[in-house]
C-alpha cells in the first residue's frame, strides 16, 4: 500500500456530519460466561437491529432498539475445567446444542440463518419475515416437538454432524449466504477448496447445484503437520444488497451478482509485501513478521475502512512484539487513499490471550462521543459500530440513568 507514506489526523466530522446513538437492551439476561469472551453481531437491515450470540441467538429490535422478539433461544452447554475457572466445550456439550450458529444474513427485511437441534439430528436453513406488521413473521411451521423452536419458516435441510472426539470453543457453521430469494452460496476454507476444487457453490432452494466456482490457486506441497488458520476461510459480506466475497489468502473482492456469475470488485495490493501464495499464509515454516495480512475490509457509500496487519495476528505473535496493526481509508469519488494509523500495538481483552486492533485512531468531535470505527455497514450504505456498556462508561459519562446492554453508533 504506498499511501503508508500519506499519514493524516483525522476526526469522524471530517467524514460524516451525523452520529446517531441507538441504545440496546435484551428482554432476558445475556451475561453468560462466553459474554466476556465473545460480543454480540449485529446486523441493521430497513427496519430492525438484529443481533445474535453464539450462546444466546438471535433477538430483533426496532430502529429505536426496542425489544420485538426472540427469533432463536440457543440450548448452549459448556464444562468447566476442574480446579480452574476456565471452561472448555466438550463433544458431550456440542452434541446437546440446539439454535443457531452465528452467521445471520438478510435481503431486504427477510432474515436468513441457520438453525440446529444436534440432539434430533435436525439442521435447516430458515427464514423469517421481519418486515413490520408482517403476520408471517410470527408463523412457526417446524414440529412442535423441537424445544425452543425458532420463528419462521423452513427453507431447506441441513446436514448435522454431531461431535466423535475432542473439545474445542468453535461453535461457527457454515457459511451459507443468499444470492437472492431462490438461490445460495456457500465458501469452502482453503484446505476444503484445495480438496474439492471449489472454493464457492451455488445452489437453488431445492438443494440442487448451480455453479461450482473453482478454486485457481489451491494449498500444493504441503507436508507439515501444523499449519496456520488465520485467513483460511477469506470473508465475505453485503453492500446494498449484494453478496460479495474473497477467497482465504487472495486479494481479490468479487460481488456475488447472480448464481453463475462473479465479478472483481476491488484488489487489495500489498505488492512484495502481500502473502504471494496460499502455502505461505499456511504454512508455518514461512516467516510472515514482515508480511501485511488483511485484518477487515468495510465497503460503506463514501469509503472504504481497511484494516491491516504486520505479521499474522495469534497470541504468539503479539507476545513476540512482531505483531502490528493499520489503519487506512478510502474516499470512493476522490479516489484517494490513506492511512490514519501506523504499525499500533495490538490490544489483548483482559481474561483473553487474543490480540485486537487498538480502536483509538478515529475520535468523534461531535459530541465528545467515543472513537469510531466501523464495524459492519447497515442495509443501505452506513457504517455503525457497537460498543458494551461497561466500554461506554469507561470512555464518556453517563449522564442519564437509560438501562443498556450496548449502545450502536451509526454514521451519516
Known amino acids: 500500500i504506498a499511501a503508508r507514506t500519506d499519514v493524516r489526523e483525522i476526526k469522524i466530522s471530517d467524514l460524516f456530519s451525523e452520529i446517531s446513538y441507538i441504545p440496546i437492551k435484551f428482554e432476558d439476561p445475556f451475561d453468560t460466561i462466553w459474554n466476556r469472551y465473545d460480543e454480540f453481531d449485529f446486523l441493521i437491515s430497513p427496519n ?11 433477538s430483533q429490535f426496532d430502529l429505536h432498539g426496542k425489544f420485538l422478539n426472540q427469533i432463536v433461544k440457543n440450548e448452549f452447554y459448556y464444562t468447566t475445567i476442574p480446579g480452574s475457572k476456565s471452561v472448555m466445550i466438550t463433544k458431550e456439550d456440542r452434541n446437546q446444542f440446539v439454535g443457531t450458529k452465528r452467521f ?31 403476520l408471517a413473521s410470527m408463523m412457526v411451521n417446524l414440529d412442535d416437538n423441537l424445544p425452543n423452536r425458532p420463528k419462521g419458516s423452513e427453507i431447506y435441510k441441513l446436514g448435522v454432524e454431531k461431535q466423535q472426539y475432542g473439545a474445542g470453543t468453535s461453535l461457527e457453521g457454515s457459511n451459507i449466504f443468499p444470492v437472492n430469494e431462490y438461490e445460495w452460496a456457500s465458501t469452502n476454507s482453503k484446505f476444503g477448496s484445495s480438496q474439492t476444487g471449489s472454493f464457492l457453490v451455488t445452489t437453488n432452494i431445492n438443494g440442487d447445484t448451480i455453479t461450482k466456482f473453482k478454486d485457481f490457486a489451491p494449498v500444493r506441497d504441503f507436508t507439515g503437520s501444523t499449519y496456520r488458520a488465520f485467513d483460511g476461510t477469506g470473508s465475505q459480506y453485503q453492500f446494498q444488497g449484494v453478496s460479495h466475497v474473497r477467497q482465504g489468502y487472495n486479494d481479490t473482492i468479487y460481488m456475488v451478482i447472480n448464481s453463475n456469475r462473479l465479478v472483481p470488485k476491488y484488489i487489495l495490493n500489498f505488492g512484495g509485501k502481500g502473502i504471494q ?5 499456511i504454512d508455518p515454516e514461512f516467516d510472515l ?4 495480512v488483511i485484518d477487515r475490509f468495510i465497503e460503506t457509500n463514501k469509503y472504504l475502512f481497511i484494516t491491516y496487519t504486520k505479521d499474522y495476528p ?73 460498543y458494551k456498556k461497561n466500554e461506554i462508561s469507561k470512555i464518556m459519562p453517563l449522564e442519564d440513568n437509560r438501562d443498556f446492554d450496548y449502545l450502536l453508533m451509526i454514521a451519516y
Not at 438453525?115 to 421481519?130: K, L
Not at 513478521?289 to 501485511?292: D, I, L, N, T
Request: glycine share 8%; proline share 9%; charged share 20%.
Open 48 to 58: 430492525n437491529i438484529i443481533a445474535s450470540h453464539f450462546s444466546y441467538g438471535i
Open 104 to 134: 445471520v444474513n438478510a435481503i431486504g427485511d427477510m432474515i436468513y440463518f441457520q438453525y440446529y437441534n444436534v440432539p434430533e439430528d435436525y439442521g435447516a436453513m430458515m427464514s423469517f419475515n421481519a418486515t413490520p406488521g408482517e
Open 277 to 281: 501464495s496460499p502455502l505461505e499464509g
Open 289 to 292: 513478521k514482515e508480511k501485511f
Open 314 to 386: 495469534s497470541p504468539n505473535t503479539a507476545k513476540k512484539g512482531t505483531l502490528s496493526y493499520n489503519a487506512c481509508i478510502y474516499d470512493k469519488s476522490k479516489k484517494e487513499l490513506y492511512h490514519v494509523y501506523l504499525d499500533a500495538t495490538p490490544h489483548i481483552p483482559e481474561g483473553t490471550r487474543w490480540p485486537e486492533h487498538p480502536i483509538t485512531f478515529i475520535f468523534n468531535n461531535i459530541d465528545r462521543g467515543p472513537a469510531f470505527w466501523p464495524k459492519k455497514t447497515t442495509y443501505d450504505g452506513q457504517p455503525f459500530t457497537w
